[in-house]
């Protein structure tokens, strides 16, 4: 037998090997999807003297942290923003922090936790975050009373919030870092399962949590933070739905920047992005 035959010989025992070192995990797997991207919390945390919010969702509530900017002092909000965590944070975590981005600008956020993080009844499950997300919408929608509502997130918080702008009256969006998760799983984390483990779980992933086709159907403003070295989901995924995006859109690049990595650090160009978006869908709306 040749060398080169050889090669193919032990390359073929080692993918047949590996096959049947995955094929227990494959068979138990199709239900794993939830536990494996999301990680839910429930331990009781500083809201910084934010407000919560409880609405109905299914046979339970929903808890929702909400914080407004500093130039609502002493008025009301003239917008309102529904943000969406990142899988490693918490309504909570994020509602004053969100809500301070906006300080020259009269906005109030809502901060959504999930089914089965913080105070949200669960259970955690990804068919439930995009009712879930539109529950939310709904309810502050009520609230705003006709005002406009932008929305917004973080890593898989960036898919509630492109599904719910195909589906509801959204001025404008601000995403951090966006994955487009079935091409991230497979891409990204497929090769060293060859797929066996990946598949099944991409397939888990909700057709509504999809970003690169609810990017091509969304036609108001947008901005898009890319961390451009992050590791977690790298550069080129975020771009995958940026340019998908259909409407008008201003990106901020974070060249240094990497999945964790807050817009802010890129100083006058998220203020500027910020007044971009504020004057092109808030004002926008106003003057309609």
């Not at 919390?41 to 934010?50: E, H, Q």
């Not at 409880?54 to 046979?59: A, E, K, L, N």
């Not at 949200?120 to 006709?146: M, Q």
């Not at 817009?263 to 203020?271: F, I, Q, R, V, Y």
Request: a neutral charge; charged letters at 20%; hydrophobic letters at 45%.
């Amino acid at each position: 037998m040749s060398s080169g035959a050889r090669k193919q010989v032990r390359r073929l025992s080692i993918v047949i090997a590996v096959i049947v070192l995955l094929t227990p995990f494959v068979t138990t797997i199709g239900g794993c999807g939830d536990s494996l991207l999301l990680h839910p919390t429930t331990d009781r945390r500083d809201a910084k003297g934010d407000s919560a919010v409880s609405i109905p969702f299914r046979d339970g509530s929903l808890q929702i942290w909400t914080a407004r900017s500093k130039a609502c002092d002493g008025r009301e909000p003239e917008a309102y923003l529904l943000e969406f965590c990142g899988n490693g944070t918490r309504a909570e975590d994020i509602a004053a922090w969100v809500a301070h981005r906006w300080d020259a600008h009269p906005i109030e956020a809502w901060a959504v936790n999930y089914p089965g993080f913080g105070g949200s009844t669960g259970p955690a499950k990804l068919d439930s975050i995009p009712p879930a997300a539109l529950a939310a919408y709904d309810a502050l929608a009520t609230r705003a009373n006709g005002k406009p509502i932008l929305s917004g997130g973080h890593s898989i918080g960036t898919a509630p919030a492109l599904y719910v702008a195909t589906k509801r009256n959204v001025a404008g969006l601000f995403l951090h870092n966006p994955p487009p998760l079935r091409q991230l799983i497979m891409q990204r984390y497929g090769w060293w399962n060859l797929w066996l483990v990946a598949a099944p779980v991409a397939l888990q992933v909700p057709v509504e949590l999809d970003s690169i086709a609810n990017a091509s159907q969304v036609r108001g403003p947008a901005v898009f933070v890319d961390g451009m070295q992050d590791g977690l989901v790298p550069s080129e995924y975020h771009r995958m739905v940026i340019d998908a995006y259909a409407g008008p859109k201003h990106v901020i690049e974070l060249k240094d920047g990497d999945h964790n990595t807050p817009p802010e650090s890129a100083g006058h160009a998220t203020k500027d992005a910020v007044d971009w978006l504020w004057a092109s869908a808030v004002r926008a709306a106003a003057d309609k």
